[in-house]
């Protein structure tokens, strides 16, 4: 078995074997299964409303998101997440007015989750973008987890600095306090801010969410059921989820090709934590990544961000280009 594949095996969701058949996964039963093509007929009649431009602005490094891709994919999930949130605000609106209270409308809340490098921060971005022009849901935030990292002076207290984007690594109760005052309709509220050139959480430095329609919250983890039975989850907060998932060998070269593409661009910044690997030779950079990646993203793909896949409301499968092969809506 070459490298790749024992990657691939290692990553792959539990399955059974009916004889004479190919392994099944017994969750998929909880999903429409739609094929690309069929999903992109759903999008017939909708107008592109972002540019060549733009989407060069709001797609990740490694990412191969174009125009096609957007319309496609995207544009129909933009309008299906729409159509969910139109629909949970008019319920929201009929319950207060069934128990004789005021209509006290809160954020509709997305959650986006999926492996380091899997392309869900730009995913992220764009779903930002295109639910803001459907007439529903005008104003839409992002927020991510990394801000609820705990700052590097704590994790290396605990002796986690080699676990960072493991759950253990977040302030679960301050990301689960923070989604209830905005799920609960408060006017404003603050989350801390987290520098990827820095690799750190600054201090004094927020993301300020105020009353919008729709929250998107990104992260690698939020998909994660609560610690104990006796715990809110992250995602018992969502209104909708996704997951981004591909085949981890796909992923494996993706983040070797993000790093790469990094140790040229963002590494070779003198202000940045991860300058040290901007003088190194291309092999070099390589090992350090495969290294980066077997011994800390993979672990985690493998044992807590994949096995939450089946917690998404739909789930978005890409293919070995980057581009959505198939899409997966939960009808159970």
Known sequence: MSAEEATRSAAAPPSTTVAGDAPVDPALSLYREIPRREWARLASG??????????????????RLDIDEVAQVYLPLSRLL???????KRLGADTSDFLGEPDTTTPFIVGVAGSVAVGK???????????????????VELVTTDGFLYPNAELERRGLMTRKGFPESYDRRALVSFLTEVKSGAPEVRAPFYSHMRYDIVPDAVVTV?????????????????????????????????YVDADAGHITQWYVDRFMALKTGAFANP??????????????????ALGFWNEIN???????????????????????????????????
């Open 46 to 63: 909708n107008p592109q409303p972002l540019t060549e431009t733009e989407i060069v602005q709001i797609r990740g490094l490694g990412d």
């Open 82 to 88: 729409s159509l969910y949130a139109e629909s949970t």
């Open 121 to 139: 921060s730009t995913i992220a971005r764009l779903l930002r973008e295109l639910m803001s022009r459907w007439p529903g849901t005008p104003r």
């Open 210 to 242: 105020r009353r919008p329609d729709v929250v998107i919250v990104e992260g690698l983890n939020v998909l994660q059921p609560p610690p104990t039975p006796n715990d809110v989850a992250v995602s018992d907060l969502f209104d909708f989820s996704i």
């Open 271 to 288: 202000n940045s934590y991860f300058n040290v690997f901007a003088h190194l030779s291309d092999e070099e950079a390589v090992e350090r």
């Open 298 to 332: 993979l672990p985690n793909l493998e044992e807590n961000v994949l096995p939450t896949k089946h917690r998404a409301s739909l789930i978005l499968e890409k293919a070995a280009n980057h581009t959505v092969e198939r899409v997966l809506l939960r009808k159970l």
